[in-house]
């Protein structure tokens, strides 16, 4: 079956520190992956999306690239501010519809 | 404003005693989900359904129940809750996922407890 595996956290940075929060899937098909974004006591919202390979993402400074060849989509920001601590999902979709996400990394940004 | 609501936000129950959390969503999608959260294991599939009067199972239908008899509902049943079922629900729904990179739309989470 699908699955995602982030890295382990939770990530501490200081603010303007360099960001990377790795993420790997496996998946039969052709899936299309995603980045979701969890503030405190909210829901889920998307970060960014990437539907095929080589594709990059890109949203509020945030990037990650599809890489099929090493079936990662890792995320990645040059200068993290303190209003980007949250919880991030790595996730994927196949065209059956079935949603699988990683783990979440808990990411705290101190001033 | 385009959204997904649910209903309860809250709630605290007993063992056994059946309830409805409610799920509706404003985009006329075709697609929605049920998730549950637990600290550690990120966001579970429960149930699934593709359009009307389609359901499927996620990956832990295991103590729940949905219908959808319109499109814009989707509630989730518990018909006999038990303790292990503590946990913080979502639901989601978006345009049909075939067409890739549809974004999923989230409601605010239903938080149960069982005791």
């Known amino acids: 079956g699908n699955s995602v595996t982030q890295m382990e956290g939770p990530v501490t940075l200081s603010e303007e520190a360099f960001l990377t929060i790795n993420c790997t899937y496996t998946?039969?098909?052709?899936?299309?992956l995603f980045w979701y974004v969890q503030y405190p006591g909210e829901g889920l919202q998307l970060l960014l999306k990437a539907t095929k390979a080589d594709d990059k993402g890109s949203n509020k400074g945030f990037e990650a690239t599809y890489r099929k060849e090493t079936t990662s989509f890792h995320l990645e920001k040059g200068s993290v501010q303190v209003s980007d601590s949250a919880v991030y999902f790595c996730?994927?979709?196949?065209?059956?519809?079935?949603?699988?996400f990683g783990q979440g990394t808990i990411l705290t940004v101190h001033p | 404003e385009a959204q997904v609501t649910q209903n309860p936000r809250y709630l605290i129950t007993v063992t056994g005693k059946k309830l409805t959390v409610t799920c509706s969503q404003n985009?006329?999608?075709?697609?929605m989900s049920w998730y549950r959260q637990d600290p550690g294991l990120g966001l579970r599939q429960i149930y699934y359904s593709m359009n009307v009067e389609v359901t499927d199972k996620g990956d832990v239908p295991e103590g729940y129940k949905v219908s959808r008899k319109e499109k814009r509902n989707f509630p989730l049943i518990l018909e006999s809750p038990s303790p292990n079922q503590t946990s913080l629900y979502f639901c989601?729904?978006?345009?049909?996922?075939?067409?890739?990179?549809?974004?999923?739309?989230f409601g605010p989470g239903t938080r149960l407890t069982v005791t």
């Open positions: 989601a729904s978006s345009a049909i996922p075939g067409l890739k990179g549809y974004e999923q739309y």
């Open positions: 996730a994927l979709i196949t065209n059956y519809g079935k949603l699988t």
């Open positions: 998946a039969t098909g052709y899936p299309s």
């Open positions: 985009m006329n999608h075709e697609y």
